[in-house]
């Protein structure tokens, strides 16, 4: 033990500065961004027409152009040229321009994106985030993106929109690299799990409250179900952080020197590796929870075979979307956490440094934030032949016609977009509520600038890589892996990063009143 509490100081950039400052590790499943607090929630048109109209239009002078897109998906639409013809179809008119779409499997994303940029290859949209491929800090500091400050200016549709929190959110060195695609902003921590295993055995939901409380169901589900998977998610099973009294930065929530601590030095993580531990022994966790990505995640939801996994997001009308990636299971949620404003950094688009035509990039992003006919076609694909219309604006999808994917949290704006069967009518009120009344974080607005210490991150980020992820799924004794974890990450240098993400820190509190 006494090797354990010493080798825990400094490795809090494990689960905070790595995950932080090179883009976070948590998957597109929880990934459901962008909103308001203050600001007024942006409100869908009246009708597709009233947007259409007020859509802007190509100027005779202007010359044709052709926009390509790179964005992220987890399986590739089939149709997928059927939509691009209609897209084209609607925006010509519009902003004399046409748009080749590049969707690309999330696991090939990023560095399909950093060969081009690297090549200084010329296209125009690309879709970022702080997850996984989007690695949107990171290209802000190599110079990849362009700034829209400028631009935006021209742009009022497109800024009234999105609320200004949403805007202040995407900002780096008061600089705006991204338009937020606006969906939910207030997320909130909890279960999604299969109603047929609540109904079967009588679970008390409400007697979950704690990451800990669900342990008597993994339970139940491990020893009654053989061919059931009690919990499944990729390695950063769940988020040490609020669930244990710390802020994602770092600090203890609360504290009034906003002291960025090592986390790992306190005895909840032990508890925390030590319950994932349990599990994983138990065979509660899925055994390759270590390794597996994203995309093979969602294949493995879609086979039925998951009894629950740990959802970040617990959207409204979320529990449909989730039986979808649950093999067609119904899905009933139970949150343990109030929502609270996440930002809307999970999921943006951006415009590329090498981008010939910036301006008429913007205003296509503008139809998508703003033109319910353009969003549909892009989230939904086209009427009759990807999705049937069984209400005023609720959707059935095609699941045999090629274009099923999930799209609409990557781009523009969800909450002027269709409804999919199954979700209340009032969904999107309800998520514009729950974004504007959700409780900002005590440090809304600040973001680390990991450019004075991108060599100790991307050290630290191997690091947690290497040891992290086992750790926290589970997968190893954490007495015998963390002295070497420890040993790692002080070589990678984190005393260094912990001092500079102070050092911003106290500079950002100084500047905005909070210290």
Known sequence: MKVWKRSMASALAICFMAVLILAGCSGK???????????????APSSPAESASESPSATPEEAPVELTYYYIVFNMPTDQQAVEDAVNEYIKPKINATIKLKPIIESGYKDKINTMLAANEAFDLLWTSNWGGGDYDNKVVKGALLPLDDLLAASPNLQSAIPQVAWDDTKVDGKIYAVPNMQIAA????????????DKYAIDLDGIKTQADIEPVLKVIKDNEPDIIPIAKTAHMFDFGRQYGYAPQGYK???????????????EYRTFLDMMRKW??????YKDAATIKDDQLNSLLSSGKVAMEWNTTMKPGGEVDDQKRFGNNEIVYKRISEPEFTGVRPTMTSISKTSKNPDRALRFLELT??????FNLLAFGIEGKHYTKVGDNTVKINQDGGYKEDLGWVFGNVLIGYLKEGQAPDTWEVTKALNKNAKLPEVHGFNFNNEPYKTEGANVF???????????SGAVDPEKVFPKYYDAVQKAGVAKQTEEMQKQLDEWLTANGKK
Do not use: M, W
Request: glycine share 8%; net charge negative.
């Open 369 to 374: 934030a703003t033109d319910p006919t353009l």
């Open 280 to 285: 994983y022994k138990a065979g509660y966790i």
């Open 462 to 472: 191997a690091v947690g890589e290497q040891y992290g992820k086992a750790l926290q």
């Open 253 to 267: 929530l609360g504290d009034p020197e906003y002291k960025i601590i090592d986390t790992l030095d306190k005895p």
């Open 29 to 43: 499943n929880n990934n459901e961004p962008a909103a308001s607090s203050s600001a007024a929630s942006p409100s």
């Open 187 to 198: 997320k909130a921590e909890g279960f999604a799990i299969q109603k047929r295993f609540v």
